[in-house]
């Protein structure tokens, strides 16, 4: 059974940083894609990161110079750097992962998804 376990959540101010975790098990992401996305209250799941089973990086533009995604492959973790954060970040991150090596930005291609972990940052 595959799981992923996202941690690393929490309240912080606004310019704080936090880093989410996503755990992988019952399969290896080594070579597939991870993904982050997160979900506002009253808004739709929305796309922030994501890295390539290559590690090429695609990122949402409000997130763009403040978050980082990378893997660490021996670990089978993935990780989202979020520094300065800002109120409008709040929301529940989720991790995700597909089956193959590339990006894709629509969530219904990628296979596997965490439960989600709370980010509340306040002014």
């Known amino acids: 059974q595959v799981q992923l376990v996202e941690s690393g959540g929490g309240l912080v101010q606004a310019g704080d940083s936090l880093r989410l975790s996503c755990a992988a098990s019952g399969r290896t992401f080594s070579s597939s894609a991870m993904a982050w996305w997160r979900q506002a209250p009253g808004k739709k799941r929305a796309f922030v990161a994501a890295i390539s089973g290559s590690g090429f990086t695609l990122y949402e533009d409000s997130v763009k110079g403040r978050f980082t995604i990378s893997k660490d492959n021996a670990k089978n973790t993935g990780y989202l750097q979020m520094n300065v954060l800002k109120p409008e970040d709040t929301a529940v991150y989720y991790c995700?992962?597909?089956?193959?090596?590339?990006?894709?930005?629509?969530?219904?291609?990628?296979?596997?998804w965490g439960q989600g972990t709370q980010v509340t940052v306040s002014s």
């Open positions: 995700a992962a597909r089956g193959v090596s590339d990006i894709n930005l629509f969530e219904q291609m990628y296979e596997y």
